[in-house]
Each structure stands twice: as structure tokens, then as C-alpha cells.
């Protein structure tokens, strides 16, 4: 009896943790939605660059363009999964999938796939770490994989509208 209900106990929470991942990448994505607008970075030199982010698609999908070479970067749910897809200036569109923090502050996205990405040693974007400081201020935190190194740039932003 005592061993029965152990195993309907862990049962149950195996089976509940499907429905957790899916409301905190719901969450996640409405958490990134509130990111529409305008925000300001600085550049190498010190100088101001705007960063956009729209919802697009009916509120489907959001966004976001950065200035340095018109890259595009696209957040979306699929089913319970958020997903994003880099349009990069490298020439590949590597996708990533979330994994929200328990407080929701931080979404790491790490690479699933991408096209024009021929092997794992061609130069991409392999993950993406966003961390919400508060309503007016976040931060980005890029990794970009190639041959033999990896390149991590941090971006501050302070929204701007």
C-alpha cells in the first residue's frame, strides 16, 4: 500500500512537469513581448544603437532587429516550446529553444538547428542568454561557436520608448 502511493506520487509529478515547462515558456514569451519597443545599447565607440522590437503576426511571434548589420532575431511558441530564430549576419539562421529561470528573469536559449550551417564547425550563434534586470533595463549575452573558439559578447540595453 505504502509503495503504491510512492509510486502514484512520482507518477503524478512525472506527468505534471510537461504542463511546468509549457507555462514557463508561455510565460517566458509574454515576459519577451514586454521587451516591444525601443532600446538603446552602446556600440564599440560609445555611441548610441537602437535596437527594435515588435509583435508582428497577431501578437504571434515578436521581432526583434538589431542595427549592426539589419540583423533580425524572431521569438515564437511552438506548441510548449519557445523557440527563436537568429537571422544572421554570418549568412546562417541558427534556431534556439528556451529554458526559463524559476523566477522568469532569465531565458536561455540554446542551438537546436539551423540552416546554412553545413557541420557544428561552421561559425553560428549557439546560445543566447536574456536576463530582465527590470522594466527598463536587460541584457543579452551572445555566444557565437566556429572552428576551434567561441565568442561571448554582452549587449546592455535601457529602453529608450
Known amino acids: 500500500m505504502k509503495y503504491r ?7 503524478s509529478l512525472l506527468f505534471s512537469l510537461p504542463g511546468w ?3 514557463d515558456s508561455a510565460s517566458g514569451f509574454a515576459s519577451l513581448k514586454s521587451l516591444a519597443g525601443q532600446w538603446e545599447a552602446k556600440d564599440k565607440k560609445g555611441n548610441p544603437a537602437i535596437t527594435t522590437w515588435k509583435l508582428v503576426s497577431g501578437g504571434s511571434a515578436l521581432m526583434e532587429q538589431m542595427p549592426h548589420d539589419s540583423m533580425v532575431t524572431m521569438y515564437h511558441m511552438d506548441n510548449n516550446r519557445l523557440l527563436m530564430t537568429h537571422y544572421c549576419s554570418a549568412m546562417n539562421q541558427p534556431r534556439m529553444q528556451a529554458e526559463v529561470s ?6 536561455v536559449f540554446s542551438f537546436v538547428d539551423g540552416t546554412n550551417i553545413a557541420k557544428p564547425t561552421v561559425g553560428h550563434m549557439q546560445k ?3 536576463t530582465m534586470q527590470d522594466q527598463n ?3 543579452e549575452k551572445w555566444t557565437f561557436a566556429g572552428e576551434d573558439h567561441e565568442n561571448t559578447k554582452t549587449i546592455q540595453y535601457t529602453r529608450k520608448q
Open 21 to 23: 515547462a509549457a507555462s
Open 102 to 107: 524559476p523566477d522568469g528573469k532569465t531565458i
Open 137 to 139: 533595463h536587460f541584457s
Open 5 to 11: 502511493m510512492i509510486a502514484t506520487v512520482i507518477t
Open 128 to 130: 543566447m542568454i536574456l
